[in-house]
């Protein structure tokens, strides 16, 4: 299939003006690696989801034409030809293209999935298709802003009545209590414990007194750990309140605009007594469901919120708050949101929580504010 410079206006390359080499050296060059696909074909969580939403819905599939956004190791585009697709377009940015044309003719459907190497913004195909499949989702749904992709896709190569797979996409977030804290504590002592490995009790490393860099590279850690979120695989008994949902999105109908920026207004009430909330959790899940005039037979959902057999390799982003709240069951907070994505790279995101305890007597306690970016 031919390329052509990007056919997606208001796409992401073009409405932030990323630089091309920069966006592969940070991004795409990974993806490039068997090892980093192994990550992603290992996550049994993922997987499962993927491949029943595929053969359990085989009607959206068989006889259709398929764009596999982002198409990696090449499998989702071979589970839709083992559906019953007609034409399987995979697309994939990086030279793991060759790795995906091997396992395509490696299990005999060469002839319908076809590997195209380049960006999905750019290329042409010869026709509009019927389903559009993509694994696109970064730590928290939205880090790595592949939905912009998935959307510059769809606008282009998707009919009108055209499934989107997954459909839909929800964010969610909840306090945590600590542990958290006392386990940053640990890697705090950790580090410390590294730096007086060199560094010893005197502190006069090759005649020079080093306390002053002591010091500092302790709040350098300090630092880190506020200001850049965590990931974590938490346990579900670690959360003390009602998950709230932020963003509920579907994929047939979001704008590039809609995601750029995240804000909403939160009310989380607590479930733990004496307890303090020491984090916020954020995760996601997506939705299998087809859409109106084309419903999924069977909807799957992927979730990737805490569980205590291990969850997924995205875990959950844990953003530290500081200091810690105490709160009480009957509690709640009010937390106000906001998500943009960094200024220095769209990739990566910046996330402010202004949080306000308000007391089972309604009385409310001053805000305190949570600035972190997702890097
Ligand atoms: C999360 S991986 C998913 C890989 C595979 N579909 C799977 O499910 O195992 C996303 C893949 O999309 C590719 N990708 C991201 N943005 C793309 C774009 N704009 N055009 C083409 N490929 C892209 C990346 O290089 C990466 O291989």
Redesign the pocket.
């Known amino acids: 299939m031919g390329t052509k410079e990007n056919g997606c206006a208001g796409s992401t390359q073009a409405s932030t003006q990323v630089d091309k080499g920069v966006d592969f050296a940070n991004y795409?060059c990974t993806?490039?690696y068997l090892y980093h696909?192994k990550e992603?074909?290992s996550d049994r969580v993922r997987m499962d989801a993927?491949f029943h939403a595929v053969s359990r819905n085989k009607h959206h599939f068989r006889g259709k034409a398929v764009l596999?956004?982002?198409?990696?190791?090449g499998?989702?585009a071979i589970w839709c030809a083992q559906a019953g697709a007609r034409k399987v377009y995979a697309?994939?940015?990086?030279k793991?293209a060759d790795h995906a044309r091997d396992l395509a003719r490696e299990n005999g459907v060469e002839d319908i999935v076809e590997v195209i190497e380049?960006?999905?913004?750019d290329v042409t195909l010869p026709e509009k298709v019927d389903v559009i499949i993509?694994?696109?989702?970064g730590y928290f749904l939205l880090r790595e802003s592949?939905f912009d992709?998935v959307i510059c896709a769809r606008d282009r190569w998707l009919k009108p009545d055209g499934v989107m797979y997954p459909s839909h996409a929800r964010m969610w977030l909840a306090p945590i209590r600590s542990g958290i804290t006392d386990q940053k504590m640990e890697d705090l002592n950790c580090a410390m414990n590294d730096w007086h490995s060199f560094v010893d009790e005197t502190e006069v490393h090759y005649g020079v007194n080093m306390s002053v860099l002591t010091k500092a590279y302790r709040e350098e850690h300090e630092k880190y750990y506020l200001k850049t979120s965590l990931w974590c695989n938490l346990d579900p008994n670690q959360i003390i309140g009602t998950p709230a949902l932020i963003k509920d999105i579907d994929c047939l109908q979001a704008t590039v605009d809609e995601i750029r920026t995240i804000t909403a207004q939160l009310m989380l009430p607590i479930h733990a007594d004496r307890s303090r909330i020491s984090a916020y959790a954020g995760w996601f899940d997506v939705q299998f469901k087809g859409c109106g005039q084309n419903p999924a037979k069977d909807e799957v959902e992927l979730t990737t919120a805490p569980d205590a057999d291990g969850g997924t390799h995205w875990g959950q982003q844990v953003f530290l708050v500081n200091p810690p709240i105490r709160v009480n069951e009957g509690d709640k907070v009010l937390v106000s949101f906001k998500m943009s994505r960094a200024k220095q790279y769209h990739r990566l995101m910046d996330i402010e929580l202004i949080s306000e305890l308000e007391l089972s007597s309604g009385k409310r306690l001053p805000p305190i504010t949570t600035r972190v970016s997702i890097e």
Request: charged fraction near 15%; proline fraction near 0%.
């Open positions: 795409f993806y490039g696909q992603m074909l993927y596999d956004v982002g198409t990696g190791s499998i989702l697309v994939e940015a990086t793991m380049g960006s999905v913004e993509s694994e696109w989702m592949m992709s």
